[in-house]
Every structure is written in structure tokens, then in C-alpha cells.
């Protein structure tokens, strides 16, 4: 009998899929524990908002705690409760866009804009993706129409495209950028992403553009 439970058990296992749980209240949460995901089913896991949760004096370290409010999983450390979504609990992807109006595209080079800011000492934002859109006006871009993503502070930008300047409606991958010099910098320390161009300001245009990114936040 203890063997054919333990059958039904996993089989049903393989079926299971993570859901919101507030969509679906049957299904479960994921979060990521130190590389190793787990998940609790929503008849397990505690309900609760964060001020809530402070509030209680029934905890012990290592209980588990759903916020509702900010939809984190929370770990009890013993002293205060810790999100488990975040840059030294989670290898999480993460994404940001930025809107940039036709008068600060014609400025990127020399005021470039932040997409993504600063993680904090001992870590690093490495770029795993970004896309381009821009809605055409009238005039194309010209001159220095690289669109680059570059880490404040470094050489060389960890993804980059000449389409700035296309004068239609467009949505496109920016790709990433190829190796340069032994002595160029793409990833550094604590420092945010712009979006900058290269080499100079463009020279004519006057359509916005919009930027998305997905990345990463390592610990170095």
C-alpha cells in the first residue's frame, strides 16, 4: 500500500504546475532558495501582509511568509523577515524600459540615460537581452545612430546596433556587442546601464524611441 501511494504521489508530481496563487489559490509559488527552487502549495504556505507579519510573535527561524502586498515569498532569519526575491537570494531576470523623447535622443551621447541603476557594492548588472521601438515621425536619425547599452563607466557597451536610424515604424532586437580590446571593460561593479550612442550626438531626428531590457543582477 506504502508503495503504490508513493506512485500516485509522483505521478501526480509530474503534473503540477506553479500558478499565482492568487489567480489560482490550488496552485503553488515558486522561488529560488540558494540556486535550488522549491515551491509550497497555497494550503501550506502563510498568508499575510509584511506589516502584519512583524507584528506576530509565533515565528521561529526559517518560517515562510507570502506577502500579498508585493507578492515575495519571505523568510524568517530570526530577527526580521528577508524577501527571497532578491539580489543575494535569486538569480532572478529581471526587465526595465525607458521612453526617450526626440530631444534626448539627440543628446545620448553627451547626456546619456540611465535604464537600469546601480545594484550595490559586490554586485554587477550583466544584460541578457534588449529590444528597440520607435514610432516614425518625419525625420531619420542621422550620423551616429548606434543605439548602445553600456554599463556607466566602461568602454565598451554590452549590447549595440546601428538602427537609430531607420525612418519607418520599427521593433528590433539590439544585439550583442562583439569582443574588443584585452583592455576594454563591459561589466563593472556597482554601476547602472544607459542607453547612450556612440561617438557623437545625432544630427538630425525627431521621432521618440522606446528601450527594453531584460537582465541580471550577479554577485562578484
Not at 502586498?69 to 528577508?82: A, E, H
Not at 553600456?150 to 556587442?177: C, E, H, P, R, V
Request: aromatic residues 8%; hydrophobic residues 40%; glycine residues 8%.
Amino acid at each position: 500500500m506504502r508503495k503504490l501511494i508513493l506512485f500516485v504521489l509522483l505521478i501526480a508530481s509530474f503534473g503540477a504546475t506553479a500558478q499565482n496563487q492568487d489567480v489560482n489559490p490550488y496552485g503553488g509559488i515558486y522561488y529560488n532558495d540558494h540556486s535550488n527552487y522549491r515551491m509550497f502549495g497555497a494550503d501550506v504556505l502563510v498568508r499575510s501582509d509584511r506589516a502584519t507579519a512583524e507584528a506576530r510573535t509565533d515565528v521561529i527561524k526559517g518560517d515562510h511568509l507570502y506577502d500579498t502586498l508585493t507578492q515575495d515569498v519571505l523568510l524568517y532569519n530570526g530577527s526580521t523577515w528577508v524577501s527571497q526575491n532578491n539580489t543575494g537570494n535569486c538569480a532572478c531576470i529581471k526587465e526595465a524600459s525607458l521612453t526617450i523623447a526626440t530631444a534626448d535622443v539627440l543628446t545620448l551621447n553627451s547626456a546619456p540615460i540611465e535604464i537600469v541603476a546601480a545594484p550595490g557594492a559586490g554586485y554587477a548588472i550583466e544584460v541578457l537581452s534588449a529590444v528597440f521601438s520607435m514610432t516614425y515621425n518625419s525625420i531619420p536619425y542621422a550620423t551616429n545612430t548606434v543605439i548602445q547599452l553600456k554599463t556607466t563607466g566602461s568602454t565598451k557597451a554590452q549590447f549595440q546596433d546601428n538602427i537609430l536610424k531607420g525612418d519607418t515604424t520599427q521593433y528590433l532586437n539590439i544585439n550583442l556587442s562583439g569582443v574588443g580590446l584585452i583592455s576594454d571593460t563591459k561589466i563593472l561593479d556597482n554601476a547602472g546601464v544607459d542607453v547612450t550612442v556612440n561617438t557623437g550626438n545625432p544630427t538630425a531626428g525627431d521621432s521618440d524611441i522606446k528601450i527594453y531590457v531584460t537582465y541580471r543582477i550577479i554577485e562578484l
